[in-house]
């Protein structure tokens, strides 16, 4: 079976998809939990499907640091190394060398960075990023970009953009073709409309198989994000896949959908569930505040997961006060559950031409 995308429906911007692979189906708007270290922080393989997630994510960068390419494709890859039948998508390690390392050095060949383990110096280059994720065998394979920090200085902007660009070039030349394997290229150009307009034209040009919004959720206010979203939205190739990178609060996810755009990644209900914060249909919940003591009511009780059905907010306000690894396991398992269960009501919404009043429901609830 080769992977596709067939674009199902629209409401207004909103659009419904179906990636097909064979690995499984892949309904969009999709929401993919981050598997940073080949695992979904706190949870089980079974805990994510139990989750009705389609789709997980993990870092090519984390993943060349620990436990190195050769343990994982020795097996023959993700897929095999964590248990995991669900497809994978592998990004391409451009923005933790950005956050992460150490220090770096660019230039035209790649980046030489540090290890932020253990100081180590390494380098990565397009065509070293897309051989490792075809040996780590993942599904969709993102192209090697220069992730800039936020800026207004739009000459940097411009050249780390065309540094991407030209990288973008040599990850497609390298990744060859693959009928069971997409690959997408990543707009960059900060939050300057030109630039993100020129570096999509010169994607597009190349060719992938999808286009991802790279270089957001560094700084810039969720306005200043959605505007660059505006400006690409009616530009974005239609028959393929639009992917907002590293984005993902409850209030992004209905904006970013409501301008187009069709796949998510984010680490916030990972790492919010460690930290004692879930989130849920009427808004956030901290339950490291003393107020849930007295709250014997649960999470969401028509969510289908055990996490937010069956432990009540005074039990977990005891978990995660007490600092129980328990307490990370279930607000996780319940955040992932809120997050597919969200994904799952846009979809809905958008079948039925009612997203825009979906939206007008929920955006300001979700977005505090």
């Known amino acids: 079976m080769n992977i596709s995308f067939e674009l199902l429906s629209e409401d207004n911007n909103a659009r419904l998809g179906l990636i097909k692979t064979p690995r499984g ?5 999709a929401f ?3 598997g940073t270290l080949a695992t979904v922080k706190a949870l089980t393989i079974d805990q994510v499907l139990q989750t009705k997630s389609e789709i997980i994510l993990c870092n090519t960068y984390h993943l060349l640091l620990r436990p190195g390419v050769e343990r994982i494709s020795r097996v023959g890859g993700l897929h ?3 248990n995991c039948k669900l497809p994978i998508l592998t990004d391409s390690g451009g923005f933790q060398v950005m956050s992460l390392s150490k220090s770096r050095k660019i230039c035209e060949e790649g980046v030489v960075f540090n290890s932020h383990i253990d100081g180590k110096k390494i380098f990565l280059s397009p065509e070293i990023s897309i051989d490792v994720q075809k040996n780590l065998n993942s599904d969709i394979v993102m192209v090697f970009d220069e992730c800039p920090k936020y800026s207004r200085d739009k000459y940097e902007i411009k050249k780390s953009m065309d540094l991407s660009i030209r990288w973008a070039s040599r990850s497609k030349k390298v990744f060859g073709k693959h009928n069971n394997k ?4 990543i707009v960059q150009g900060g ?10 034209k010169k994607l597009k040009d190349i060719s992938f198989d999808g286009y991802a919004i790279g270089g957001l959720a560094v700084g810039e206010s969720q306005i200043e994000m959605f505007n660059t979203i505006d400006c690409l939205k009616d530009e ?3 028959e393929k896949p639009h992917y907002l990178m590293g984005t993902g609060t409850p209030g992004d996810i209905l904006g970013a959908v409501y301008r187009g755009i069709d796949m998510f990644d984010c680490v916030l209900p990972t790492r919010s569930g460690r930290t004692g914060l879930a989130y849920t249909w009427k808004g956030k919940v901290n339950l ?3 107020r849930y003591m007295k709250d014997d009511d649960p999470l969401e009780p028509g969510l289908n997961c055990p996490a937010s059905k069956l432990y009540s907010k005074n039990y977990l306000n005891h978990l995660v006060n007490c600092n129980e690894i328990l307490a990370s396991n279930l607000i996780t398992w319940h955040n992932i559950a809120f997050y597919q269960d969200l994904m799952e009501k846009i979809r809905y919404h958008i079948s039925n031409k009612t997203f825009k009043n979906f939206y007008d429901k929920y955006f300001s609830i979700l977005n505090e």
């Not at 189906?25 to 708007?29: A, L, M, R, S, V």
């Not at 997409?182 to 290229?185: N, P, T, Y």
């Not at 939050?191 to 999509?200: H, S």
């Open 80 to 82: 095999k190394f964590m």
């Open 236 to 238: 974005l190739p239609i």
């Open 25 to 29: 189906n892949i309904h969009t708007p």
């Open 288 to 290: 490291r505040n003393s």
């Open 191 to 200: 939050i300057f409309d030109d630039l993100r307009l020129d570096c999509l």
């Open 32 to 34: 993919m939990p981050v």
């Open 182 to 185: 997409f690959l997408f290229g």
